[in-house]
């Protein structure tokens, strides 16, 4: 057995690079004693505003709710339907669920695998009211032809802080995106966090609203909402990230193309490529193979932990047995969640690990 170990994730490695700062800044919302809704929420949310190039962000309590703030933002509920890609992660489904309306999976494009116009045209009935283009693993969706279902977008952005799409940042298209800061994400809280990013003056001021029991002012109430709230230290702690994220996000850059320079051009072997005009910030590093499983068992064995994103689409989900879209029903989609498979992948991964995750991938197709 190998002793060498490389794991999908170390984020102490991070705070171990920004203890002090982290510290810090965590020691400032204790000593003030105020802990929601107070000035490190307000400071991040136009950090991250100003970073993003959006007019408000309204911060929540993580990304799941952020999709359902939005739904609900837009008055879209119980008896609507929400377009959302069949390939995607349960949250995406889930947020839409919280709203009352119920998510319409689509099919998923077979270079990007991210939403798919031609199927989501396909799923529009008279009670769809919003579709959800996610930028998966850190790559735009096709925000232009999905623009012509003329219906409203919410992006998710869970993957993809910072990626752009023909020169705007993603986060920036919809009318209303949503944010996960979960741990482990491009820009990630320690501990759940989300926000939803708008133009627009009165969706802001009702988000603020909804995320607060639909308070106005101390015990008025003008909206039904929830309670969504981000927390002040987490808004703390993701102030003193937020400045690291373009160099975070450029290290990965590099760390993908050390990676496509040594796998790329391997017979059998692909990786989803972004949408055209976009550029992805590489939350993920999937690749595409008839040998997933097989990988993944030559991997493991050499101490390396290898992950699937995601292993069965939407429909397939037994929690959506009801929906009636058996096998077969998203072909693009459920062929994607046979072949993929992702590597090690977070910026304080090193060179020389690196370098051994591609060589332990090499001695798989090269014996
Ligand atoms: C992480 C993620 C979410 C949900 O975020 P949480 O903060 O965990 O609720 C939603 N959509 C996608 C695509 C994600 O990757």
Redesign the pocket.
């Known amino acids: 057995m190998p002793a060498l170990k490389i794991s999908q994730g170390d984020l102490a490695r991070e705070y171990t690079e920004l203890k002090f700062e982290i510290d810090a800044a965590i020691g400032r919302v204790l000593t003030r004693g105020y802990y929601l809704l107070g000035p490190e929420t307000e400071a991040f949310e136009n950090e991250f505003g100003s970073w993003l190039g959006r007019k408000h962000v309204v911060t929540c309590?993580?990304?799941?709710?952020?999709?359902t703030l939005a739904l609900m933002a837009l008055g879209v509920g119980t008896g609507d339907e929400v377009l959302v890609p069949a390939n995607?992660?349960?949250?995406?489904a889930?947020?839409v669920k919280l709203s009352g309306a119920k998510p319409v999976p689509t099919d998923v494009d077979a270079r990007t695998l991210t939403m798919c116009t031609k199927s989501a045209i396909q799923a529009v009935t008279p009670r769809t009211k919003a579709v959800i283009p996610?930028?998966?693993y850190g790559g735009p969706a096709d925000l232009d032809a999905i623009q012509s279902l003329g219906l409203p977008i919410i992006e998710?952005c869970?993957?993809s802080h910072g990626a752009t799409y023909r020169g705007r940042k993603a986060g920036t298209a919809g009318v209303l995106s949503?944010f996960?800061?979960?741990p482990?994400?491009n820009l990630g809280a320690y501990g759940?966090?989300?926000a939803v990013t708008t133009d627009d003056d009165k969706l802001a001021e009702r988000l603020r609203r909804l995320r607060n029991y639909g308070q106005t002012r101390r015990d008025h109430h003008e909206d039904g909402g929830i309670n969504s709230r981000i927390d002040e230290m987490q808004a703390a702690i993701l102030r003193v990230k937020l400045r690291r994220l373009d160099d975070w996000n450029a290290r990965r850059a590099k760390m993908a193309a050390r990676l496509d320079a040594a796998l790329m051009g391997l017979p059998g072997l692909s990786r989803p490529v972004t949408t055209n005009g976009g550029e992805s910030v590489h939350?993920l590093y999937p690749l595409l193979t008839d040998q997933r499983d097989d990988l993944a068992a030559h991997l493991e064995k050499n101490g390396i932990q290898t992950r699937v994103h995601y292993p069965t689409p939407l429909h397939l989900q037994p929690v959506h047995e009801a929906w009636k879209l058996g096998k077969g029903s998203f072909p693009v989609a459920e062929t994607a969640c046979r072949r993929v498979i992702s590597l090690p992948f977070f910026p304080h991964l090193r060179d020389e690990e690196i370098d051994a995750v591609s060589d332990s991938v090499r001695r798989f197709y090269v014996r």
């Open positions: 309590a993580n990304g799941t709710e952020a999709l995607t992660c349960m949250p995406t889930t947020g996610v930028h998966l998710d869970a993957q949503c996960s800061f979960y482990s994400k759940d966090a989300g939350h």
